[in-house]
């Protein structure tokens, strides 16, 4: 079975690191776009960071610069290094796989996970 | 303020069609990338709806069908049912910065009468 299990939210202050974790089973991280998407609470979604399978990294600007997207291709595990945290980044973190095709301006999320939630406070 | 521009809420009685719209720009649904929808069931997680503008994944009922035309989307659900009471997301994708960019609507809020 296809499953994305997210770990790692929690309380933190401001100015403070957090890394989420996301095990992948069923298929194989590295071989997919991965991404990570959150929701503050009572908002809508908002894309937040994409690893290509060939390595590649990008991020939305309300992170770049504070947050850092990885995997750990032995674990099949997706990562998200969490820096400077300020109280808007407040939200359930989800991990989702993107669909596969030869244009990535195409690609939707064929897979999520239930999410983690990081609260930002003092 | 969300990049695709959803009505927040709507509402329809059991057994009615709704539609959800879905209003891009030239930088994202006019500049043809493609639309997908996801349902977002109370306290749960996104699920994939609607992709490619108007295919069902497998298990999606045909109540649910998705269009586009020109800048904007829709998702039509006939035959309500009260369990389709749910949060609605649109999704495509945005050119307008430099890196990629994938974007959502603000999500609408369906209630079953």
């Known amino acids: 079975e296809v499953q994305l299990v997210e770990s790692g939210g929690g309380l933190v202050q401001p100015g403070g690191s957090l890394r989420l974790s996301c095990a992948a089973s069923?298929?194989?991280?590295?071989?997919?776009?991965m991404s990570w998407v959150r929701q503050a609470p009572g908002k809508g979604l908002e894309w937040v960071s994409v690893?290509?399978?060939?390595?590649?990294?990008y991020y939305a600007d309300s992170v770049k610069g504070r947050f850092t997207i990885s995997r750990d291709n032995s674990k099949n595990t997706l990562y998200l290094q969490m820096n400077s945290l300020r109280a808007e980044d407040t939200a359930v973190y989800y991990c989702?796989?993107?669909?596969?095709?030869?244009?990535?301006?195409?690609?939707?999320?064929?897979?999520w996970g239930k999410g983690t939630t990081v609260t930002v406070s003092s | 303020q969300s990049v695709l521009t959803q009505p927040p809420s709507v509402s329809g009685a059991p057994g009615q069609r709704v539609t959800i719209s879905c209003t891009g720009s030239?930088?994202?649904?006019?500049?043809?990338?493609?639309v997908h929808w996801y349902q977002q069931l109370p306290g749960t997680a996104p699920k994939l709806l609607i992709y490619g503008n108007s295919n069902r994944p497998s298990g999606v009922p045909d109540r649910f069908s998705g269009s586009k035309s020109g800048t904007s989307a829709s998702l039509a659900i006939t035959g309500l049912q009260a369990e389709d009471e749910a949060d609605y997301y649109c999704q495509s994708y945005d050119s307008s910065l430099s890196g990629p960019n994938w974007v959502f609507g603000g999500g609408t809020k369906l209630t079953v009468l």
């Open positions: 989702a796989r993107f669909s596969s095709g030869p244009y990535y301006y195409y690609y939707y999320m064929d897979v």
């Open positions: 690893i290509y399978s060939g390595g590649s990294t």
């Open positions: 069923g298929f194989t991280v590295s071989s997919n776009y």
């Open positions: 030239s930088s994202n649904i006019g500049a043809g990338y493609d």
